[in-house]
């Protein structure tokens, strides 16, 4: 079996072409709390899968695990792990509870100050020694879980800038010619807040990208992504949410042209229709190291794998073809992954979460727990 054949495999319920995903009319519209749970859950998942084979060539992947690759949490083991990806993700979900917590008091907060403070946070659990310039904070409930304290190959962009003790902006960047995933990665969250403009969505993630990358695409990359999520929580199909993306991003003054040009590859090559090989992917698309390849590979898995409104397949089905889609590949796996994972738990909520694994996934004690203060802080 070659590569394609195996990818195809993978995907055999979810034959042809893209035609505006929209969810099942047989299926109850998610709430927002199913959604923030699927969102984080999922995109922990995709990271878990990812994380495994993240620094491995496809032929590498091909070797430990077959043909197809690795395609479900149980091929791992005990070994499955989720990375920085989610972690970042978590302490981006306990930045915004705090901003959200104080304004629920009644008093104003600069939430890009909470979520410097919560990312400080994460760069101490890295083993960091955090700057003498960083203000002194209170622990939250996050930091008291064992699994946030390991090191799980963080991105060096956001070591570097946060160990800076300098609060980056847009207009005093740290990193300023760094695109790195690590912001595209994180920023979900941003997506999950109800009841705000979608402009407010991206200048918010876009604004939290800058605490540690400069390059334009980093930022906009994940204010577009921010954007998608925050689409489909207001119950947007995927092809709608991405198009309306790309053309937020094609009309951003100061675009990154990297940007539209993956995102548009992304697009036309999902409503082409045929399910690229690891090979292709990669060469159409990027391997994900920098931000908008990315949020490109992570998109694309997602709209590549959706099937026809009548062709049966489950949501959890339309899970395992698009993460073992965005895993298997010679790049940064686990970003991409994680990407394709928050994408489809925002969309459908928890019924696309597979329940083997969920048995699988480590601390979903721990994920859960953020996801029930951050409804907690936006559905009181």
Request: one cysteine or more; proline letters at 5%.
């Amino acid at each position: 079996m070659d590569g394609r054949q195996g990818i195809r495999s993978i995907t055999s319920l979810l034959h042809g072409k893209f035609a505006g995903m929209s969810i099942d009319p047989g299926t109850a519209t998610p709430s927002l709390t199913s959604r923030i749970h699927g969102c984080l859950l999922g995109g922990a998942l995709g990271d878990s899968l990812g994380y495994a084979v993240e620094f491995d060539s496809i032929e590498a992947i091909r070797g430990r695990f077959g043909p197809a690759g690795v395609t479900d949490l149980s091929m791992l083991g005990d070994s499955a792990h989720f990375s920085d990806d989610t972690q970042m993700t978590l302490y981006t979900v306990d930045g915004l509870v705090e901003a959200l917590e104080w304004a629920n008091d009644g008093v104003g907060a600069d939430v890009n100050a909470c979520l410097w403070l919560a990312y400080l946070r994460w760069l101490d659990t890295q083993g960091v020694p955090l700057p003498s310039s960083a203000p002194v904070q209170p622990k939250r409930w996050i930091d008291g879980h064992e699994v946030m304290k390991h090191r799980r190959a963080p991105g060096n962009a956001c070591i570097s800038g946060l160990a800076t003790g300098e609060m980056g902006t847009v207009y005093r960047p740290v990193n300023p010619d760094s695109k790195g995933c690590g912001t595209v990665m994180r920023s979900a969250p941003f997506g999950l807040i109800p009841h705000i403009a979608s402009d407010a969505v991206y200048k918010l993630s876009a604004d939290a990208a800058s605490l540690t990358h400069g390059h334009p695409s980093a930022r906009q990359s994940a204010g577009g992504f921010s954007l998608l999520i925050h689409r489909l929580v207001a119950g947007a199909s995927l092809q709608d949410a991405a198009a309306a993306v790309l053309d937020r991003v094609r009309g951003l003054e100061d675009v990154a042209e990297e940007l539209p040009a993956r995102l548009g590859a992304a697009i036309r090559s999902a409503e082409e229709g045929a399910i690229l090989t690891p090979e292709e992917l990669v060469r159409h698309l990027g391997e994900g190291w920098v931000a908008e390849e990315a949020f490109a590979v992570g998109l694309y898995s997602v709209l590549a794998t959706a099937p026809a409104p009548d062709a049966g397949v489950s949501p959890a089905d339309h899970f395992r073809a698009a993460i073992a889609l965005a895993a298997n590949h010679s790049g940064d796996s686990d970003s991409t992954a994680s990407i394709a994972g928050n994408i489809l738990g925002a969309f459908y909520g928890e019924a696309c979460l597979p329940a083997e694994w969920l048995e699988a996934l480590e601390a979903p004690e721990v994920i859960r727990g953020m996801a029930e203060l951050l409804v907690g802080v936006t559905t009181a």
